[in-house]
């Protein structure tokens, strides 16, 4: 009877929580429904299922420190990215009549300083942590090489695509490849070609450039790495004049084809 007892009373006493599912799957599939292509956000669609977002913000912040602690280095920086484009998404639902991010800063603050993220007690950190912070404090101090400046997305058009997945440990640092290739030969962003002894590049490079540099080689190797083959095979790369392109900061919204084709034209 002893242990019939033992086994009741064990069957009474609460599961443990399963921790993160590190597949992140309700951001997946949000992503998957609501990125079009470019990486526009149809941020209306997306507001209907707030409830799906807000239930994996609140997975984020379930996770306890020790938890954290144990995850491996892929695992905490597809953490980071996700939770930043996670949060940059939200706060563009919770201000549904903003036209960029950028308006929805301080009055003597920017917007990437405001204490939104509640994520500080994986960080030992006493107020809640912006998404400055999270791209510069913490994925810029702990990232295992800087191209996650590709796969962080503040809402805006010049910004890198929003990817439609989410990531994942297993494949990070494929996802991230990937990333780079895209942005770095997408024309509307960075300059495909050199021009007068000149290459134009975004100005994430100029905002990132101490974290950027730290990939093995610096910028330049990183742009012959990843860059496109009129950049990356141009023997006049190792010398070329950098420059930097005017920063498109409208928000990164998508709308219905026939909406669009409706809008007089400018």
């Keep these: 009877m002893v242990g019939l007892a033992l086994v009741f009373a064990l069957l009474q006493e609460p599961r443990a929580a399963a921790g993160l599912d590190h597949a992140h799957p309700a951001w997946d599939a949000l992503l998957h429904e609501f990125v079009h292509e470019s990486g526009l956000v149809d941020y209306r669609g997306l507001a ?19 938890e954290f602690a144990g995850f491996g280095a892929e695992q905490r920086e597809a953490f980071w990215i996700n939770a930043y484009n996670a949060w940059a998404v939200a706060l563009i639902l919770d201000n ?17 300083d405001r204490r939104l ?5 994986l960080t030992g950190d006493d107020k809640m942590l912006s998404l400055g912070e999270i791209e510069h404090a913490v994925l810029g101090q702990t990232a295992r090489r800087p191209t996650f400046h590709f796969a962080i997305v503040c809402a805006s058009l010049s910004c890198p695509e929003l990817r439609a997945e989410a990531y994942v440990a297993d494949r990070l640092d494929a996802q991230l490849d990937e990333q780079a290739r895209k942005f770095l030969a997408d024309p509307a962003k960075n300059d495909v070609t050199f021009a007068d002894g000149r290459l134009r590049v975004s100005k994430i490079f100029d905002w990132s450039e101490d974290e950027l540099e730290r990939y093995p080689g610096g910028i330049r ?31 990164n919204a998508w709308f219905p ?6 809008k007089p034209a400018q």
């Design 96 to 112: 549904p009549k903003a036209a960029s991010i950028r308006d929805l800063g301080g009055l003597f603050s920017s917007v990437f």
């Design 257 to 262: 084809k026939a909406e669009t084709d409706s």
């Design 48 to 66: 209907a299922r707030r409830a799906d977002l807000d239930g994996y913000l609140a997975a984020l912040q379930a996770v306890k420190s020790e």
């Design 221 to 251: 190797a990183l742009l012959r790495d990843f860059g496109p083959e009129a950049v990356a095979k141009n023997p006049a790369l190792a010398t070329v004049k950098l420059k930097y392109r005017d920063y498109d900061w409208s928000l």
């Design 117 to 121: 993220v509640p994520l500080q007690h």
